[in-house]
């Protein structure tokens, strides 16, 4: 699974891609499929920590500015949504840039395996803003009242000052009651940027999980395979 991710991300075209692997049986897989692994502490407490590591490690003149965290349990990642991610830093005002989707349904919006995220994009299609600040993060549906919900996905890109400050924090108590270590930069004062994406893409988290990605890669090879042939 991790392989295709990483396949995925080259395949955005925006940059180097490395793997930061807290295991060397991951290392192993990862460079036997052609990829690039660096190992790091496997006692780091956070994959921000983890990325934070690798980047030391593979780049310690800071010749890149700006790391973008994907993590390896999206295999049905869009490879279009790094760049999308990636161009919200453009604003000068954000430091770290993540990913929302509409939520489309109860059930999304009660799980709170599912974090949402208050932010406002404005009113219509043609005024709407194209980024907005992230107000908050949880696991339970906010804002209260009509409107729309928002979907957090975990792809972040960092600006590298704001990845350093952020690991250099000790986690809050906000982060620790939420589970959300992103409520962390959000109270040390870092301003994240969210951009919107058509569909949140499918995280494995259980076996089941993995059963269902599998099944579904497995009919769009075999839909692409038909339409070759």
């Avoid at 407490?45 to 010749?63: C, E, K, M, T, V």
């Avoid at 949402?116 to 994009?121: E, L, R, T």
């Avoid at 600006?159 to 939420?178: G, I, K, M, S």
Wanted: charged share 20%; net charge negative.
């Amino acid at each position: 699974m991790i392989v295709h991710v990483m396949r995925r991300a080259k395949a955005a075209g925006i940059g180097p891609v490395v793997v930061a692997c807290g295991d060397a049986v991951i290392a192993d897989v990862v460079q036997a499929a052609g990829g690039q692994a660096v190992l790091t502490d496997p006692a780091l407490p956070s994959g921000s920590d983890r990325i934070h590591d690798a980047l030391r490690r593979i780049d310690p003149a800071g010749y890149h500015q700006v790391v973008i965290n994907l993590q390896g349990d999206l295999p049905s990642l869009n490879p279009s949504s790094l760049s999308e991610v990636l161009a919200v830093l453009e604003d000068r005002q954000f430091d770290i840039a993540t990913l929302v989707a509409l939520i489309t349904n109860e059930a999304e919006a009660g799980a709170e395996s599912v974090v949402k995220v208050a932010c406002d994009f404005g009113q219509g299609t043609i005024a709407s803003a194209r980024v907005a600040p992230a107000l908050y993060f949880s696991r339970r549906p906010i804002p209260w009242g009509e409107g729309p919900l928002w979907h957090h996905v975990g792809i972040y890109a960092f600006r590298r000052q704001a990845l350093d400050r952020f690991v250099a924090a000790p986690p809050t108590l906000l982060e620790r009651r939420e589970s959300l270590e992103q409520l962390r930069a959000l109270e040390i004062g870092l301003r994240i940027g969210c951009a919107r994406i058509q569909q949140a893409p499918f995280g494995v988290d259980t076996p089941e999980d993995l059963d269902h990605v599998r099944r579904e890669i497995s009919l769009t090879l075999e839909r692409s395979a038909q339409e070759q042939s």
